[in-house]
């Protein structure tokens, strides 16, 4: 769930931003067959089963229509739902309830559909010292709803954003020139609280990262056998990522390299939404 201050400064206006965006004027129908205010009410109701997620946020797009809608749930982010189970209900002007249901079932379907995936991901990885992350491969203007419905399914966030930490990837090694050059500038440059994380994607590199002093070295899109001895020329100077085309059908199979984090950009550019509706709408 989002603290008071950070639903107000910045969930609220993306959320009034995606209602404008599906009202530049008026909903024609709506007030097509309800040219005056009535009560109703709405059923929110699961049509798979799955990781609900994304409640606060399906809630606040009728709430920021009209403060007195009230919303029921009989359910909290994070929770195992099942098809056909009985989420809530949102009671209110039914004119507000016929404008917000599509936007506020976008953020629920999308938010709960990643929790899901992270979950099923996350449960391969039990047993592990492996953490799960996320990447920055999000839907512009819908990082914090994504990045929070990783943590729900049981996922670990990586950089929020460029400010949140050093990642030289392998332009910036182009950039400056080589690895241990990369390094050693971000080193003089970055606030010494920062942690310096390089890509890496060939045993020459991960040898010179050791040697230039990185803290977390990313292996990316390498071979298992390469991985393995990645690793090995590692020997715990530093923490190590594995990170390129990791999906549910693959990242089983990188369990058993001993690694720290594993990320995952599937995590949110792949997840399928997950099949909720408004139904049963009723005038109270």
Known sequence: MFDPITLKLTVDPLILSALKEDITSEDVTTNSVMPEGCQGQVDLICKEDGIICGLQVFARAFELLDENTSIKLFVKDGD????????????????????????????????????????????????????????????????????????????NNHRYNLTDGVLLKDNHIGAAGSVKKAIAMAKEYAPFVRKIEVEVENLRMVKEAVEAGADIIMLDNMEHSVMKEAVEIIDKRAEIEISGNVTKENISNLVDLGVDYISSGALTHSAPIMDISLKNLHRI
């Open 80 to 155: 195992e739902v099942k098809k056909g189970q009985l989420l809530g209900t949102v009671q209110g002007d039914i004119r507000v309830l016929l404008v917000g249901e599509r936007t506020g079932l976008n953020y629920l379907q999308r938010m709960s559909g990643i929790a899901s995936y992270t979950h099923s991901i996350a449960k391969l990885l039990e047993g592990s010292k492996v953490k799960l992350l996320d990447t920055r491969k999000t839907t512009p203007n819908n990082r914090i709803f994504e990045k929070y419905a990783v943590r729900v399914g049981g996922g």
